[in-house]
Each structure stands twice: as structure tokens, then as C-alpha cells.
């Protein structure tokens, strides 16, 4: 789909290699696209995975990219990216690279059977062209002070993107669901992501929550979120370094809750050849689990929160994390979600490993909660129905006591050792 397309300075208004004959649209210097031809549509089988690779240039600090479908009216030769529907595919954040040391690129891989399906989408594709979005945002101002050969130059990266399909190419299908409910906005307009103290990033100033609407035009049998989300702040107090819990609510109950990070960042050294403050001269596991909510070099998770069967209608989805302050009023949390749903089968998982959803069942005897699942509870937490976390127990249990608790309406969520979890509701009286 692209082979080391190059990327200029972002904030330069001049769009460079706009007119060059090689199928890409260029929108601005970071955010390219492809419309997919019919032969690209007619490969796609079940197994689908992406490749992306990352060439260093001249910006040596880590940026964000991602990619995103756009789907555009069928026949039209460009469009503006904030009148079509888009949905982010996969995002990840470049190491700090030097182009002039080993290794000079940096490899990203996904799993995505469930675009597959959307590929496939026989709606969709009558109504649509499928253009294929690659956005790489860099600048080039400190390489071309810091990294030789770099002195006059203003490509930051080289982007290239494949498709590998182990599968036949599969038929069209009419039993997917497509609904995007929001995308993220570029970095140039990063206030107007999520965060608390921006108006329109948040459903009130002060406090980080942002409710999401969106309108489901027909019962289906199977929906899933899907869900990506990353922290950026590098100010002083930013939250880029703070790991913060995360809670999604769909139609005010409840269904998911996550914290970013807590991911051992070693692998990536080998790719962060440009000297910065975040690797030190050794390995420190503990210091990545406490403070990092993404390595420089990782693709970000992408996370499927699984609904069941949903009805046609008005739905809402809320995302809140009560305790992210923004110091200063700086930082964001960059915000991608659509709902993928299936109107007879099941929608396929395309991560399975960070499915996280537990299954235990619970029974509440007076102001006592009891718990049991196939494997135990590794961890168990009590939150306000807002959010905010009161108690906290590390240890293997099955039961939780509230009895010292104020009357009222609590979140417990229990966790096992591999991190899956489950939300329950609780009343003390």
C-alpha cells in the first residue's frame, strides 16, 4: 500500500511531493491517503494482519502515527478528512531514532481480522470507496541541529505499509455493522482531544469524562467497542508519566476499565539509538511498570470492549478518568473509538490477548460482596460510581466487606493474575 513514503515537517503549510505520480493523496505534509482499488478490496481473506514500518529521517524525538479508514463517496478524487467518516485502525508512537545508527527503522505489526470484515462489507463497499489513511506526524528543528547530515532538512520519517492474508481472498458479506463514534483529532488540534480543561474535550471543565453519542440503526446480535487511547504530556507533572485508570461506561452501566502502561519498554531500547532521557545506561523493569503509559517504539493496544446483543437506537458511550489533573492545563488523551457489530454471527476478536474481560459470578449478603470465577481474584478494588479509587486489596481473596462504607452506590472490580477483569455494581445500605 506504501513503500517508504516520505514525511515532512508538520507545522510546514507547504504540502512537499503533492503532485507526485505515485496514487497518494496528500492532505498535509504528516497525514497521507490511498483510495484502495477493486483488487485490493477483492484480496482480503479472514486472517489479515498489518505490517508497518517506520524508516528514521530527520526527527529524532518519538511521534505518533496512525492508520485510518476514511470512507469517502464513491468517484470523488479528494475529500476533506473532517466531512467522511473515518475509523482508526492502529496507532503507535516512533522511538527516538537516529538515521545514521543501527537499527534505522522500527517494526509494527497488528492483527485485524475484524477490518477484514469491514473490507468485505458489501454495503459499505456499493455506497463507498475505501481510502487507507497513513499519518506520521514529525518535525524536524532539533535533528537539524543534533544529527549529521540533517542540517537543511525537513523529511522527518519514511512510512511503509503492507497487508499479508494467509487465507484465500473471502467472499462480501452482509452481516456487519459498521458505527464510528469518534476520531481522533490530528496534533495540530491536540486541545481539542480529551482532557479537562478545554471546552468541548470534556462533558464539564474540571473533570475528565467525555461522553460519546452515537445512533445504532439496527438491532444486532453481536457489538464490540473497539478502543484506543494514549496519554501525551511531557510538561512538568504531564500525564504522559502518570498512570491513571481508565472507565468506560456504554448507556450509563458500567463495562470496562483499564490503566494504560505497565509494560516492560526493554524490548524497545535497541530501536531508541538517539540519546534522550527516558532509557538510562541499565535495565529498570520497576521503573517502567510505576511510570510509563507507553514505550517509545510500541504500537499502542487496541482494546475491544464486548457488549453482546444491542438494540437499535440512541447509545452513548463515556469515557472518565477521575483522576488525571492536566497540570497547568497541558496534555491530552488522544480518543479513537467505533462500534463493530454483527447482525446474525459474531464479530471476530482481533486481539484476543487483551481481551480483558473476566468472568466471575457475584452475590452480595447484606453489605458483603462474594465472588467466584474459574480462576481466582488476584486483585480487588472499590471506586465511587464516579470513578474515584477509596480501597484497594493485592492479594488472593473472594469476598469484600463495605460495611464501613457510607450508604450508597459503589464500582467493585476484581481482577485475576493475567489482568482480565470484571465490574460489578454494589449498593450498601
Not at 549529521?148 to 455493522?177: K, M, Q, Y
Not at 481539542?192 to 445512533?215: H, P, Q, V
Request: aromatic share 14%; glycine share 8%; proline share 5%.
Amino acid at each position: 500500500m506504501y513503500d517508504k513514503a516520505v514525511f515532512y515537517d508538520g507545522y510546514n503549510a507547504n504540502v512537499f511531493d503533492k503532485d507526485a505520480a505515485d496514487g497518494i493523496l496528500r492532505h498535509t505534509n504528516y497525514l497521507y491517503a490511498k483510495r484502495l482499488t477493486d483488487a485490493d478490496l477483492q484480496w482480503f481473506g479472514n486472517d489479515l494482519t498489518m505490517k508497518v514500518t517506520i524508516g528514521a529521517l530527520c526527527d529524532n524525538y518519538d511521534r505518533l502515527g496512525n492508520v485510518t479508514l476514511a470512507l469517502v463517496p464513491k468517484g470523488e478524487e479528494s475529500y476533506d478528512i473532517n466531512e467522511v467518516q473515518r475509523i482508526e485502525v492502529a496507532r503507535f508512537v516512533t522511538p527516538f531514532m537516529n538515521k545514521n545508527r543501527q537499527p534505522n527503522s522500527v517494526p509494527y505489526e497488528y492483527k485485524l481480522p475484524g477490518l477484514s470484515l469491514i473490507m468485505r462489507d458489501a454495503a459499505l463497499r456499493a455506497k463507498y470507496d475505501f481510502w487507507l489513511e497513513f499519518e506520521v506526524f514529525g518535525i524536524p528543528y532539533a535533528a537539524n541541529q543534533q544529527i549529521v547530515g540533517c542540517a537543511t532538512r525537513n523529511d522527518v520519517f519514511s512510512g511503509t505499509l503492507e497487508f499479508v492474508s494467509a487465507d484465500e481472498p473471502a467472499a462480501l458479506t452482509d452481516d456487519n455493522v459498521l458505527v464510528p463514534i469518534v476520531m481522533k483529532k490530528t496534533e495540530i488540534h491536540g486541545p481539542k482531544n480529551f482532557n479537562s480543561y478545554t471546552e468541548g474535550a470534556c462533558d464539564e471543565l474540571g473533570k475528565a469524562a467525555k461522553t460519546y453519542r452515537f445512533t445504532l440503526d439496527e438491532d444486532v446480535n453481536d457489538a464490540r467497542i473497539i478502543l484506543i487511547t494514549s496519554n501525551h504530556g511531557a510538561a512538568e507533572n504531564g500525564e504522559e508519566y502518570v498512570r491513571r485508570h481508565h472507565f468506560v461506561y456504554v448507556d450509563g452501566e458500567p463495562v470496562f476499565d483499564y490503566t494504560p502502561g505497565g509494560v516492560d519498554c526493554e524490548p524497545y531500547r535497541k530501536y531508541n539509538t538517539q540519546a534522550n532521557g527516558i532509557y538510562g545506561y541499565t535495565p529498570d523493569y520497576d521503573f517502567w511498570y510505576n511510570y510509563s503509559n507507553w514505550c517509545p517504539g510500541q504500537a499502542f493496544p487496541i482494546r475491544e470492549i464486548h457488549l453482546g446483543a444491542m438494540k437499535a437506537g440512541e447509545h452513548s458511550m463515556l469515557l472518565s478518568v477521575p483522576d488525571a489533573e492536566f497540570y497547568g492545563n497541558q496534555g491530552d488523551f488522544y480518543v479513537s473509538a467505533y462500534l463493530q457489530g454483527a447482525r446474525k454471527g459474531l464479530v471476530p476478536s482481533e486481539v484476543p490477548e487483551l481481551v480483558m474481560k473476566a468472568d466471575f459470578e457475584f452475590r452480595q449478603e447484606g453489605n458483603t460482596l462474594f465472588f467466584h470465577g474459574a480462576e481466582p481474584a488476584a486483585e480487588v478494588a472499590i471506586y465511587s460510581i464516579g470513578g474515584e479509587l477509596l480501597y484497594g486489596r493485592h492479594n488472593p481473596c473472594d469476598s469484600i466487606s463495605l460495611e464501613t462504607f457510607a450508604p450508597g452506590l459503589y464500582l467493585i472490580s476484581v481482577r485475576t493474575a493475567d489482568g482480565r477483569a470484571a465490574l460489578h455494581k454494589m449498593v450498601v445500605k
